[in-house]
């Protein structure tokens, strides 16, 4: 068996370690942190990626994530509000699913961004909010919205 099918497994189980009850509060023993894990919730997020350090320097950059290097082939983080990994090895293969993040100031996250090597592919004005989609240098899709006042 391939050495990143055994990581990608275990990063899942570990994933889905929670996932069997309504909502559980544990202590991460890896850091400490006080985790929440809630049934049918998202719970992990990953994503694809060539090169791991390409990756981690991209969203570090962007949006102050942190990284626990579990192998040469997958890298965990933490700080994007939900837990996730990057398979690294893996060339992304974009569909339907997008993932969104949140930001306060979507002007200074697109600036961060692209700053920091992605590519803004779309921009969007909707009822009570904006949000681009962006590139990033490993070739993943997804999305920064942000909050709208409309007038009374």
């Known amino acids: 068996m391939k050495a990143s099918v055994i990581y990608y497994t275990i990063g899942f189980v570990i994933a889905l370690a929670g996932c069997s009850v309504q909502h559980e509060t544990a202590t991460d023993p890896l850091k400490g942190a006080i985790v929440t894990h809630t049934n049918n919730h998202i ?8 090169d791991l350090n390409v990756a981690k320097k991209f969203y570090a950059a962007a949006f102050g ?3 626990q290097d579990w192998a040469p082939t997958y890298v965990s983080f933490s700080g994007a509000g939900i837990e996730g990994g990057i398979r690294g090895g893996e060339k992304p293969v974009n569909g339907s699913t997008l993932v969104i993040l949140y930001a306060d100031d979507l002007e200074a996250s697109e600036k961060r961004v692209v700053t920091a090597g992605g590519e803004v592919t779309e921009r969007h004005e909707f009822p009570g909010g904006k949000r681009f989609h962006f590139r990033d240098p490993s070739g993943n899709v997804l999305g920064v919205w942000t909050l ?5």
């Open 43 to 50: 719970d992990y997020v990953e994503f694809a990626a060539e």
């Open 65 to 67: 994530w942190e990284f």
């Open 148 to 152: 709208v006042e409309t007038p009374e």
